[in-house]
Nanobody, 122 residues
Framework: QVQLVESGGGLVQAGDSLRLSCAAS????????MAWFRRAPGKEREFVAR???????YYADTVKGRFTISRDNAKNTVYLQMNSLKTEDTAVYYC????????????????WGQGTQVTVSS
């Protein structure tokens, strides 16, 4: 079992930056593939970014060049640095973890955090 706790969300203005954190416990973090998803109001949950065991990353086109996912295995934490935020980035952001293959599909991830709200105002 893995527990994930997100933090770092908040209310910011367009163009600002935020860094989300996701602390994991309960299993060897270095063996987990990690990802961030988000759900905007009235929309389906969507993939944002993922990072595999070798810290190879992959991003959704909508955030590529603005967001950076990283992991610190010593701290059992994955981060999402979000720069140049846009109003359309407003969503609840979820951290996800799994031991399966790297993927953008939510179904592949076994563990989920409660989510953290990010609101970007114009």
């Amino acid at each position: 079992q893995v527990q994930l706790v997100e933090s770092g969300g908040g209310l910011v203005q367009a163009g600002d930056s935020l860094r989300l954190s996701c602390a994991a416990s309960g299993r060897t973090f270095s063996r987990l593939r990690m990802a961030w998803f988000r759900r905007a109001p009235g929309k389906e949950r969507e993939f944002v970014a993922r990072i595999n065991l070798s810290s190879i990353t992959y991003y959704a086109d909508t955030v590529k060049g603005r967001f950076t996912i990283s992991r610190d295995n010593a701290k059992n934490t994955v981060y999402l640095q979000m720069n140049s935020l846009k109003t359309e980035d407003t969503a609840v952001y979820y951290c996800a973890a799994g031991s399966g293959p790297p993927a953008v599909s939510a179904e592949v991830y076994d563990y989920w955090g409660q989510g953290t709200q990010v609101t970007v105002s114009s």
